[in-house]
């Protein structure tokens, strides 16, 4: 085992998909190349949006694609104490405030919240998000795969929100405390997610962390030109039949493909794709429509 610590971390907004599995794939892959560990993270942040029995069904689904995790799940909805104290923290030294700022408001003046409530001292928790003071902004980060990648200095100054106005936790803020409470060194994910890492980073400049390094995946685009997600309702992978859809996504990843591959068993397969993973034979494109073997998308 080496000190490599990668993670998969679906939401339970529905069954996982192609565009999944594929995220999946690639971090786990990722991560047994380097003899490191494979986490497993449910981010139950957002009870309106999750669906009952899709987290159990998540981890069902993985363990018949042959993706074993190690350790324990951890499921953020057990961490929601560890992220109000973070808040609480940061309020008190000033790292923090109360902004009242609507999305219609914000995007009346330019699109990017400009610190209207930075000096305002509000103190009404119920109808006020929490946003925190972007004293450590990033303007750039390498990519694994895809080198140096630029953030506009607009977002990247931006005082973004750590905690919305409904009192559901943020994204941002969520991830970032977890990864460091796994001892996550590297993350794996689809590249919609580039957008959110230059605001991840300054998160752990803040926090005085050491930030992981970052590998973004070409996404998986339907031919309507929207990417394969729940909220697209792209269907579930089939949970019987494993091994199509996860030739397909290993293709889809660039790995070299053989014929003798579609006769092996999942664990094969599984075994064969950590041995001839690379980062190299990756699509350089950041978004793609698959092709699927004998079955529709």
Not at 2 to 17: D, E, K, V, Y
Not at 91 to 115: E, M, P
Not at 229 to 252: C, E, G, V, W, Y
Not at 290 to 295: A, K, V
Request: proline residues 6%; negative net charge.
């Amino acid at each position: 085992m080496t000190n490599m610590i990668g993670r998969f971390a679906p939401s339970p907004s529905g069954p996982l998909h192609f565009g999944s599995l594929v995220a999946a794939l690639g971090s786990y892959f990722q991560a047994k190349a380097q003899q490191g560990q494979w986490l497993v993270r449910i981010e139950d942040l957002d009870p309106p949006r999750e669906v009952p029995g899709a987290a159990d069904l998540i981890l069902r689904t993985l363990e018949a694609y042959g993706l074993h995790w190690d350790g324990q799940i951890l499921y953020q909805s057990q961490r929601l104490d560890a992220y109000q104290a973070q808040i609480d923290q940061w309020r008190r030294s000033g790292d923090a405030y109360l902004c009242q700022c609507t999305r219609k408001q914000i995007k009346a003046t330019g699109g990017f919240y400009s610190g209207t409530c930075r000096d305002k001292a509000l103190s009404d928790t119920t109808s006020c998000a929490v946003r925190l003071t972007m004293s450590q902004p990033t303007y750039q980060f390498d990519d694994l795969k895809h080198g140096t990648i630029d953030i506009p200095h607009a977002l990247a100054d931006e005082d973004f929100i750590i905690k919305r106005r409904d009192g559901y936790f943020a994204y941002n803020l969520a991830v970032v405390l977890d990864d460091i409470e796994q001892g996550v060194t590297q993350v794996v994910r689809g590249a919609d997610l580039i957008e959110p890492t230059g605001r991840q980073i300054s998160l752990y400049k803040l926090l005085g962390q050491t930030p992981v390094s970052y590998l973004h995946l070409p996404l998986a685009i339907g031919e309507n030109g929207q990417k394969l997600s729940k909220q697209n309702h792209a269907p579930a992978i089939d949970l019987q039949d494993p091994t199509p859809a996860l030739l397909d996504a290993m293709r889809f990843l660039g790995l070299p493909m053989t014929p003798e591959l579609s006769s092996g068993s999942v664990e094969e397969i599984i075994a064969w794709g950590v041995e001839n993973w690379s980062i190299e034979a990756l699509p350089q494109s950041i978004e793609i429509t698959p092709i699927f073997s004998n079955r529709s998308p």
